[in-house]
């Protein structure tokens, strides 16, 4: 157990206690009469910050709302159509409350829970445990499958027992209805294979039935071989390729022959030129965006930081005489922080531009979508390109090897003559 504690212990400190969080955690171990171990740990943590004097701060904490320019939003009286004023002839600004600290937001909720299964997975390999966890849900793995329900204690005890409940009966129901639908995607997928060879074999019938010189090379190669050879100094393209095994496979560089419609070393010159062009073009915008993307995220990340202080600041100003000592006492951090955040915010903003959140945010989402679009089309044509590199090496060091074979059968000719004329 000392381990789990350890382990436990380093994973509270990190993503909790070093944020200023209360934890109290505990480890409980148990075994079912199946024999099966259930250890797992229950860690219960606070949501409300404690200040420096080492009191309980405030739970919620009072934001302005800011339009896309990034200016706070006045309060309009719809009789006078002026700014509404409280009874100490303060200036009324449209806010909200929220929360003083995101410790209780689903997207922390996601990284803890992604880091608590990292850390198991980590302390798993380490002990040799051939065991992986996974904290997403079958959505967002992209699993179609219907997850189970909570149990609870209760309906737990009496399953233990023998005894079915509505809430087992349901996750009963599901899993019958996961095996179904997976029986169901083998025998679709079964078909789509038989279904893809068919096309290929037809595909590969016809190219045979024309003299293609590539085909051919390809032929040599595998049957002296088995596979086709990558170049000791990887081309521009291959070396873009992490697992290169499938570009050795003789019948993957056939299919990608055959599917291309090349039958020729010309025309496989040809296609390699304009994916070349196609690739460089690609790259181009490819960068382009992602410069622009880079640097659309850097304007809202500092946003998110500088809105904030922002609208303290001006709230300081509004104020006038003891309201302002008062609230600017209480806002010391905050107001501190003002000039340097602003000076990185100008800093960031090109020639006049304005501060627009909303309007970077839409670029960005529209952005991130080109560039991934694009990412993806660009590693597809790289793909092609190493394919063609790998076949144009392989004719090369085909017809090297036969150069170097026809020599040293010549050469030993040569001897063989020479010994019987001298014999």
Same mark, same amino acid.
């Given at each position: 157990?000392?381990?789990?504690?350890?382990?436990?212990?380093?994973?509270?400190?990190?993503?909790?206690?070093?944020?200023?969080?209360?934890?109290?955690?505990?480890?409980?171990?148990?075994?079912?009469?199946?024999?099966?171990?259930?250890?797992?740990?229950?860690?219960?943590?606070?949501?409300?910050? /404690?200040?420096?004097?080492?009191?309980?701060?405030? $739970?919620?904490?009072? &934001?302005?709302?800011?339009? %896309?320019?990034? =200016?706070? @939003?006045?309060?309009?009286?719809?009789?006078?159509?002026?700014?509404?004023?409280?009874?100490?002839?303060?200036?009324?600004?449209?806010?909200?409350?929220?929360?003083?600290?995101?410790?209780?937001?689903?997207?922390?909720?996601?990284?803890?829970?992604?880091?608590?299964?990292?850390?198991?997975?980590?302390?798993?390999?380490?002990?040799?445990?051939?065991?992986?966890?996974?904290?997403?849900?079958?959505?967002?793995?992209?699993?179609?499958?219907?997850?189970?329900?909570?149990?609870?204690?209760?309906?737990?005890?009496?399953?233990?027992?023998?005894?079915?409940?509505?809430?087992?009966?349901?996750?009963?129901?599901?899993?019958?209805?996961?095996?179904?639908?997976?029986?169901?995607?083998?025998?679709?997928?079964?078909?789509?294979?038989? /279904?893809?060879?068919?096309?290929?074999?037809?595909? $590969?019938?016809?190219? &045979?039935?024309?003299?293609? %010189?590539?085909? =051919?090379? @390809?032929?040599?190669?595998?049957?002296?071989?088995?596979?086709?050879?990558?170049?000791?100094?990887?081309?521009?393209?291959?070396?873009?390729?992490?697992?290169?095994?499938?570009?050795?496979?003789?019948?993957?560089?056939?299919?990608?022959?055959?599917?291309?419609?090349?039958?020729?070393?010309?025309?496989?010159?040809?296609?390699?030129?304009?994916?070349?062009?196609?690739?460089?073009?690609?790259?181009?915008?490819?960068?382009?965006?992602?410069?622009?993307?880079?640097?659309?995220?850097?304007?809202?990340?500092?946003?998110?930081?500088?809105?904030?202080?922002?609208?303290?600041?001006?709230?300081?100003?509004?104020?006038?005489?003891?309201?302002?000592?008062?609230?600017?006492?209480?806002?010391?951090?905050?107001?501190?922080?003002?000039?340097?955040?602003?000076?990185?915010?100008?800093?960031?903003?090109?020639?006049?531009?304005?501060?627009?959140?909303?309007?970077?945010?839409?670029?960005?989402?529209?952005?991130?979508?080109?560039?991934?679009?694009?990412?993806?089309?660009?590693?597809?044509?790289?793909?092609?390109?190493?394919?063609?590199?790998?076949?144009?090496?392989?004719?090369?060091?085909?017809?090297?090897?036969?150069?170097?074979?026809?020599?040293?059968?010549?050469?030993?000719?040569?001897?063989?003559?020479?010994?019987?004329?001298?014999?």
């Amino acid at each position: 157990m000392t381990q789990a504690e350890e382990v436990v212990r380093d994973y509270v400190q990190r993503n909790f206690v070093d944020k200023g969080m209360c934890a109290d955690w505990a480890i409980h171990d148990s075994e079912n009469d199946k024999g099966q171990r259930n250890l797992h740990i229950h860690v219960m943590l606070t949501l409300r910050p /404690l200040t420096e004097k080492g009191e309980w701060g405030a $739970k919620q904490k009072k &934001v302005y709302d800011l339009d %896309e320019n990034g =200016e706070r @939003i006045p309060v309009i009286d719809k009789k006078t159509g002026q700014q509404k004023v409280d009874k100490r002839n303060r200036k009324q600004w449209k806010c909200h409350t929220a929360d003083s600290t995101d410790w209780n937001s689903q997207e922390n909720a996601k990284m803890w829970r992604k880091d608590l299964a990292d850390t198991i997975n980590a302390t798993n390999e380490q002990l040799g445990i051939a065991l992986h966890w996974e904290h997403r849900s079958f959505k967002e793995q992209g699993i179609d499958r219907e997850p189970t329900i909570h149990i609870g204690a209760v309906a737990n005890a009496l399953e233990r027992k023998g005894i079915q409940t509505e809430r087992g009966n349901i996750n009963r129901e599901i899993i019958k209805n996961n095996m179904l639908l997976e029986q169901a995607k083998e025998m679709l997928m079964l078909a789509k294979q038989e /279904l893809h060879s068919a096309q290929y074999a037809k595909i $590969k019938n016809t190219a &045979v039935s024309v003299k293609n %010189e590539v085909m =051919e090379m @390809i032929a040599k190669v595998r049957g002296r071989k088995g596979r086709l050879d990558l170049p000791i100094v990887s081309g521009k393209h291959l070396r873009k390729i992490a697992d290169r095994t499938a570009l050795q496979s003789a019948d993957n560089a056939e299919k990608f022959i055959t599917t291309r419609k090349i039958d020729s070393f010309e025309s496989l010159a040809n296609f390699t030129a304009d994916k070349e062009q196609k690739y460089s073009q690609l790259e181009t915008v490819h960068l382009s965006k992602g410069q622009k993307l880079n640097r659309l995220k850097e304007l809202s990340k500092m946003y998110a930081l500088y809105a904030p202080i922002q609208a303290t600041y001006k709230e300081s100003q509004s104020l006038k005489g003891f309201a302002k000592m008062k609230y600017d006492k209480e806002h010391k951090d905050s107001l501190s922080k003002y000039p340097e955040l602003k000076e990185r915010m100008q800093s960031l903003l090109q020639n006049g531009e304005k501060i627009t959140p909303k309007q970077w945010k839409a670029e960005i989402q529209s952005l991130q979508s080109e560039y991934d679009s694009i990412g993806k089309e660009q590693t597809k044509t790289a793909t092609e390109l190493a394919y063609a590199e790998v076949i144009s090496y392989n004719r090369k060091n085909l017809e090297r090897e036969l150069q170097n074979e026809n020599r040293q059968h010549n050469r030993q000719q040569s001897r063989t003559k020479r010994r019987e004329e001298e014999i």
